[in-house]
Each structure stands twice: as C-alpha cells, then as structure tokens.
C-alpha cells in the first residue's frame, strides 16, 4: 500500500501530450459527409407563418389551400436563387411579404388592402402565375 501508481506512470505520453477536443459545426458535418438531415430538408422546403401573418390571413379571411402553398414554395425558390431577402409576392389578388432566407411569410393582404399600399424594405418582387 506503500507504494502508488499515478496515470503518468501508467500512460507516459497521456501527460505530456494532453488531448485537443475539436468541435465541428453541424453545418460543416454535413458538407463533410454530403447529407443533409431530414429536419434540414424538411425545414428548407416549408413555408412558415409569422403569427401577424397569421393573424392578417384570418382577418381578411384568406385561405391558402395545398396548391397556392405550392406555388408560394416555388417562389421562395425563385426569389433565393436570385439572391433576394426580403420578397414582395403578387398572387391570386393578394400580396405577401416573405423573408425568404427564413422561408417566412412576414404578412399578408387581400386586393382591396392592396390598393394605395406602398411597399417598403423589400428588395425583390415575385410574380406568381395562377
């Protein structure tokens, strides 16, 4: 019992040489190994609300059905392909101001909220077909 054993004794190198914990980014992990997670490619493609825009929608009593989501999602895509930011959408008699880096849809409007209306701090404009 005399004698003890330190961790040096035991592991020589494992003092003089103490170990580098790195930490790697999710983002850096993914391009590391070319896939992305399901939450990243789920929340890539789906439109959100903001709760003004939700509150705007149902006080105007605008209903946004399976297609016209569609249609919202491909121009997000078109408006972050261009590199846009904050995006004006036109569509179906209504307008919508969407941040696009955050797929989110800021507010909304039907046709007659629209008219006289100035549109401020978007820097693109999307015209969506019917």
């Known amino acids: 019992m005399a004698d003890r054993i330190t961790v040096g004794q035991l592991y020589p190198n494992a003092i003089a ?3 580098v914990v790195k930490r790697i980014d999710p983002g850096a992990r ?17 439109v959100h609300f903001s709760h003004h825009a ?4 149902r006080q ?3 209903e946004l059905g399976p297609e016209q989501l569609a249609k919202i999602r491909s121009a997000i895509d078109k408006a ?7 995006s004006l959408l036109l569509m179906d008699n209504m307008a919508m101001i969407v941040n696009v ?8 409007m039907d046709g007659s909220s629209m008219r006289e209306h100035v ?3 978007i820097d693109s404009a999307v015209i969506v077909g019917s």
């Not at 190994?33 to 789906?46: E, I, M, P, T, Y």
């Not at 939700?54 to 929608?57: F, G, K, S, Y």
């Not at 972050?80 to 904050?86: L, N, Q, R, S, T």
């Open 17 to 19: 040489q103490p170990a």
């Open 30 to 46: 993914r391009q590391m190994d070319g896939a992305r997670s399901f939450q990243d490619v789920l929340r890539d493609n789906l």
């Open 54 to 57: 939700e509150t705007r929608l």
């Open 60 to 62: 105007r009593g605008i």
């Open 80 to 86: 972050a392909a261009k590199g846009a930011k904050e």
């Open 101 to 108: 880096s955050n797929r989110t849809v800021v507010t909304a």
């Open 119 to 121: 549109f401020t701090q």
